[in-house]
């Protein structure tokens, strides 16, 4: 593979601590992964195998986090359902300017919305997969604390089974 920029050969690094930006969110960390980087510093990339499935584990990292839904978080469950925002709403029984403040983070999502838009996520995802809901779902749902500071999610690539655990944001700085 070779750079866009200056068509230097790319340089195959391991990645412990990639910041995941691309998935639109600004909190989730990939581990054990491979990145492409120039050698003249027009930035890297990461390699991501079976991205789908990441977004899916993400998303799902996403539903049983303990901090409260950002709302970058709301609009990443909803692109992952590949629902338009009218129809989420529709779906949500709120009007669309209210779901598009809350994806803005222009307005905070209260705690029992909170909730809300993770169970119906779930629930919807389910369906369209057309596998039953896991049977830990009271137990995470209600441990979490709207008080909590905001968490990094990092996943951990490296072996065939991808596993995410959760960190304090502000502990991200020093990684
Ligand atoms: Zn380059």
Redesign the pocket.
């Known amino acids: 593979m070779k750079?866009e920029?200056?068509y230097?050969e790319l340089v195959v690094k391991r990645a412990d601590c990639y910041h995941y930006a691309e998935s639109g969110l600004s909190n989730v960390y990939l581990s054990g992964i491979e990145v492409e980087d120039?050698p003249?510093g027009?930035g890297e990339s990461p390699r991501i195998p079976r991205i789908l499935e990441l977004h899916e584990l993400i998303a799902d990292a996403v539903c049983l986090k303990p901090s409260p839904l950002t709302g970058a978080e709301a609009r990443f469950l909803r692109k992952e359902l590949g629902m338009k925002a009218k129809d989420w709403a529709a779906y949500l029984h709120i009007d669309a300017a209210t779901l598009s403040r809350w994806e803005n983070g222009e307005q905070a999502i209260v705690p029992m919305s909170d909730v809300f838009l993770r169970t119906s996520f779930l629930l919807l995802r389910a369906s369209q997969n057309g596998v039953a809901l896991r049977d830990d779902l009271r137990e995470k749902m209600t441990a979490i604390a709207q008080q909590q500071e905001e968490q990094a999610m990092i996943v951990n690539s490296s072996k065939k089974k991808r596993a995410v655990s959760f960190r304090p944001l502000s502990e991200m700085a020093y990684a």
Do not use: D, V
């Open positions: 750079c920029t200056c230097a120039c003249n027009h």
